[in-house]
């Protein structure tokens, strides 16, 4: 017998199994205490909401929560569930619900239809007007589904949702010394490797390698910190482990890091020791996730992200269920986050499609699945991947075409390169694993190279891996390059980022039909977006040269000098007294705006530290020990790619400049080529 499920506007008939229960108890118990228990046997912790799953014979259940339900320690119990032709998802509730009453209800009122209900602890829910959340008390008569399903019939309330849990699926691909193998940043072409299939990163880098300024917060399932693509001077910022509830986002022993991947892609440090992340230079936030899904998890993740200062917030998973609509609670605290994170320019949200070869918000005619676990016409919803704050991002291979997993529709804003591989859903719940009708045919494409955490555990032996991929690859990448372009122009607006990407992507074509759903989607429509590619492949050099151009240069700027030191000087050898290169400016204006342009070539860049010194002795550091192995280094330092500039405002700009360059370490050789001075007042 079914049950009703309120949730987004929308109504399910949740189906209840037969064989498993949830406790919340009290006092939590030790795994060897919840072992011994004759209730069930005890399966995991579920956290954020902590409750206890337990499995039991059928012909037990209700016998085993009545019990249960006796004993003082335990504060909650309730039966699992799950949605229709969603095999393997499971559903838990928790004892909280959340009521949206309509304009003009007073507190007496509330007061009143709370009490009729046995709800307590009221808690008012930010972003929505008129939202509440309340606990369901131990002496309510009927479960929170029920409870909900009995308040949405009265006239003062507009929504009422029960807040419940399902698993969280990460959205990577697996398959069976380094940059020259990080084929998606940039390459020359090769085998199975089509032209401009890469993102074209090193002509963005010409402009900015990233700023520490700028931060992204990836967040997933755990982060190995000691890596060394994640070490350098600001690296890390607000780390956060809501699964521990501590700072130490960690993998647990033997446990892949999924976060270690999606998060080297992004940006890794170029130090000349292994692979390089598409925003070098940018910070990383760690957030580990309790690898559950529900309000309270969602609302901590985006809250956490917007109070500590992040960018981008980067989400490489979604629900582990075939249709899933977004609760009131989730939507608010995205739009919010999109809204008013950033200083109020918004924090720029991306979510990877998914790998399951399926609509992101459509009907497919399902068969051929195991056991026929999912049959007939059967429709499809992400809601992270739909919400209107949200970039969604899809996935291309290196031959241009369409990743066979990647999943697809009017929502993908862009796409991104990654590996090729035979879609699936990892559902695991209960033990068991359920994934999709095979492709048989051939999946041409190259896989991507990454970090993984130190030593023995990971995907393959060593400190990086060439088995990572799916959506999440291709989504760590576009997080990158927004990385890139805030770094460049940190003043731009979500919608302006979004506008960016979506201009200068790529019009990639594929007119080979899919391989598993025989469908075509890999061209563009009048208004120039494929189901496959969305607006087409990111391209990093064409993005961030276009943010460049939308700085706004001040007003104030009323007389321009310039400056210029074209006298090639070598850099000494392992020197911590380094060299200088002057400028002499015999004009006097108040400092107001700054470009520091700058030529050098060594051999391996990663030696050098590179100073400004302005005529009063301040040091300016333009460029820390971050280039690794390039050996050209071409760039245009400005207020903006270099806050650290703004130091120098309101100076007198008359006196002796200097560029101060020293190398750190021994063999390698270089010289200045040469650098300019622009400054305006």
């Given at each position: 017998m079914g049950i009703i499920l309120q949730r987004g506007g929308e109504e399910f008939c949740l189906e209840k199994l037969g064989n498993y229960f949830t406790l919340r108890f009290r006092v939590p118990l030790s795994s060897q205490d919840l072992s011994n228990l004759t209730w069930g046997i005890w399966q995991c912790h579920i956290p954020q909401v902590?409750?206890?799953?337990?499995?039991?014979?059928?012909?037990?259940?209700?016998?085993?929560?009545?019990?249960?339900?006796?004993?003082?320690?335990?504060?909650?119990?309730?039966?699992?569930?799950?949605?229709?032709?969603?095999?393997?998802?499971?559903?838990?509730?928790?004892?909280?619900?959340?009521?949206?009453?309509?304009?003009?209800?007073?507190?007496?009122?509330?007061?009143?239809?709370?009490?009729?209900?046995?709800?307590?602890?009221?808690?008012?829910?930010?972003?929505?007007?008129?939202?509440?959340?309340f606990r369901v008390s131990q002496q309510a008569p009927i479960n929170p589904i029920k409870i909900t399903n009995s308040i949405i019939i009265f006239p003062e309330v507009l929504v009422a949702e029960p807040n419940i849990i399902i698993r969280q699926e990460t959205h990577h691909q697996r398959q069976d010394f380094l940059y020259s193998y990080q084929w998606y940043l940039n390459h020359n072409g090769g085998s199975e490797l089509a032209s401009l299939s890469h993102i074209s990163v090193e002509k963005a880098w010409d402009m900015t390698r990233g700023n520490r300024s700028v931060v992204i917060a990836v967040v997933d399932d755990s982060f190995d910190l000691n890596h060394p693509d994640f070490q350098g001077t600001s690296k890390i910022v607000a780390p956060k482990d809501l699964k521990d509830n501590n700072f130490l986002p960690l993998p647990g022993d033997n446990r892949i890091s999924h976060g270690n991947a999606s998060a080297g892609i992004a940006l890794a440090e170029d130090n000349g020791c292994g692979i390089i992340g598409v925003a070098p230079g940018c910070a990383l936030m760690p957030i580990r996730t309790t690898g559950f899904i529900d309000d309270n998890s969602i609302e901590s993740i985006f809250n956490w992200s917007v109070e500590n200062g992040a960018s981008i917030i980067s989400c490489c998973w979604g629900a582990s269920?075939?249709?899933?609509?977004?609760?009131?609670?989730?939507?608010?605290?995205?739009?919010?986050?999109?809204?008013?994170?950033?200083?109020?320019?918004?924090?720029?949200?991306?979510?990877?499609?998914?790998?399951?070869?399926?609509?992101i918000n459509g009907t497919v005619y399902e068969c051929n699945w195991p056991k026929d676990m999912i049959q007939e016409n059967t429709h499809w919803l992400n809601g992270f991947a739909v919400h209107p704050d949200v970039i969604t991002v899809s996935a291309s291979t290196s031959l241009n075409r369409k990743a066979a997993y990647s999943n697809w529709g009017e929502n993908i804003s862009i796409c991104s390169p990654s590996n090729n591989a035979p879609p699936g859903m990892w559902f695991q719940e209960a033990g068991f694993v359920f994934t999709q009708p095979a492709i048989i045919n051939d999946l041409p494409g190259r896989g991507m190279f990454d970090t993984k955490q130190l030593e023995e555990a990971g995907y393959s032996p060593g400190d990086f891996t060439s088995n990572f991929g799916g959506t999440s690859s291709a989504t760590s990448i576009v997080a990158g390059v927004v990385a890139l372009i805030l770094s460049i122009n940190p003043d731009l607006t979500t919608s302006q980022i979004r506008t960016i990407l979506e201009q200068t992507a790529d019009k990639i074509v594929d007119t080979n039909p899919d391989s598993q759903l025989g469908m075509c989607g890999g061209t563009y429509d009048e208004n120039g977006h494929s189901l496959w590619f969305g607006h087409g492949k990111v391209n990093a050099g064409r993005a961030v040269k276009l943010a460049s151009q939308m700085r706004i240069i001040p007003n104030s700027m009323s007389k321009h000098i310039?400056?210029?030191?074209?006298?090639?000087?070598?850099?000494?050898?392992?020197?911590?007294?380094?060299?200088?290169?002057?400028?002499?400016?015999?004009?006097?204006?108040?400092?107001k705006d700054i470009r520091v342009t700058i030529d050098i070539y060594h051999q391996f860049l990663g030696d050098l530290e590179i100073y400004l010194i302005t005529p009063n002795n301040q040091r300016v550091l333009l460029q820390n020990r971050t280039l690794g192995c390039r050996t050209n280094f071409k760039t245009i330092c400005t207020l903006i790619s270099h806050p650290k500039l703004k130091q120098v405002l309101h100076l007198q700009s008359q006196g002796d400049w200097y560029l101060w360059v020293i190398d750190f370490s021994p063999r390698d050789m270089g010289t200045i080529n040469g650098w300019q001075l622009s400054l305006g007042g």
């Open positions: 902590r409750l206890d799953l337990f499995q039991v014979l059928p012909e037990n259940l209700e016998k085993s929560m009545s019990l249960a339900r006796l004993n003082k320690n335990v504060a909650f119990a309730s039966h699992v569930y799950q949605f229709p032709n969603s095999p393997g998802t499971s559903i838990y509730l928790s004892d909280e619900i959340t009521v949206q009453f309509a304009s003009g209800v007073n507190e007496t009122q509330i007061n009143s239809l709370v009490a009729k209900l046995n709800l307590c602890d009221a808690q008012h829910v930010n972003f929505l007007p008129n939202t509440f959340s269920a075939v249709y899933f609509p977004l609760s009131l609670r989730q939507r608010a605290v995205i739009a919010y986050a999109a809204a008013e994170g950033r200083n109020g320019n918004g924090c720029v949200i991306l979510f990877s499609a998914g790998n399951t070869n399926r609509p310039v400056g210029m030191n074209n006298h090639p000087i070598k850099i000494p050898d392992y020197d911590p007294q380094g060299i200088t290169s002057g400028i002499k400016i015999s004009e006097s204006i108040l400092v």
